[in-house]
């Protein structure tokens, strides 16, 4: 009888936990997750372009000049004439005319009756160039070595008194040469002098000789 029971007793146990694995849940298997990498590149909105695009020209911020800018009182009221210029032509034989000059070279006037020049005053050339180079760094330098002394230049000057041409005849301290450079830029950036006439009162093409003195007071 014991045998009996204890039989019984098994087999609910078995039959029991059977009933448990079939009511159990089944996992879900996990799936793969994707890490998204945030991209770096800017996205410009087309909308940006077109409000570039609709700016007026008032609309614009213009570049103010700090407090320490100061204008040019040379400025030049004459664009720079394109590259082949020739002057015009100046015949000055008797009989037939001479051909016609093939660089503005060919129409110097050596002696013209009267000499270009440059503003109302002889000093406003020597004011001009003082403008352009007195606070430079060569003129700093040559000031700090204590070195004066004289350049001679030649301008090329053509009927309409524009500077076409710069030569430097001599510089009297070799140091002074490293203002060749700024020499040149300014003096061929000159506004136009009154240039040189003949005895008809015809403008002429003419060259002036003249000494740059470099002291220091």
């Not at 009511?23 to 590149?41: D, M």
């Not at 005319?97 to 002696?111: A, E, Q, Y």
């Not at 041409?165 to 000159?190: H, I, S, Y």
């Amino acid at each position: 009888m014991r045998h009996l029971f204890f039989i019984i007793w098994m087999c609910f146990i078995f039959f029991s936990s059977c009933r448990e694995e079939k009511k159990g849940t089944v996992r879900p298997i996990p799936k793969k997750t994707e890490v998204k990498v945030k991209s770096t590149k800017k996205v410009v909105h087309p909308t940006h372009f077109k409000l570039k695009a609709e700016l007026k020209p008032e609309q614009i911020p213009q570049v103010v000049p700090g407090p320490g800018y100061l204008p040019d009182p040379y400025p030049d009221p004459h664009p720079i004439d394109p590259p082949g210029y020739i002057s015009e032509p100046v015949i000055t034989c008797v009989g037939p005319p001479d051909p016609l000059p093939k660089t503005i070279r060919d129409s110097i006037v050596n002696f013209p009756t009267l000499q270009a020049s440059f503003g109302a005053h002889p000093d406003e050339l020597l004011k001009y160039i003082d403008y352009k180079i007195a606070n430079s760094m060569e003129w700093s330098y040559l000031m700090e070595l204590g070195i004066e002394g004289k350049i001679y230049i030649r301008l090329l000057i053509d009927v309409k008194g524009k500077v076409r041409e710069v030569t430097f005849l001599k510089f009297t301290d070799k140091q002074m040469e490293m203002l060749k450079n700024r020499l040149n830029l300014a003096l061929l950036g000159m506004p136009n002098w009154n240039s040189a006439k003949d005895q008809n009162g015809q403008n002429v093409v003419s060259e002036f000789t003249f000494p740059l003195r470099i002291q220091f007071d």
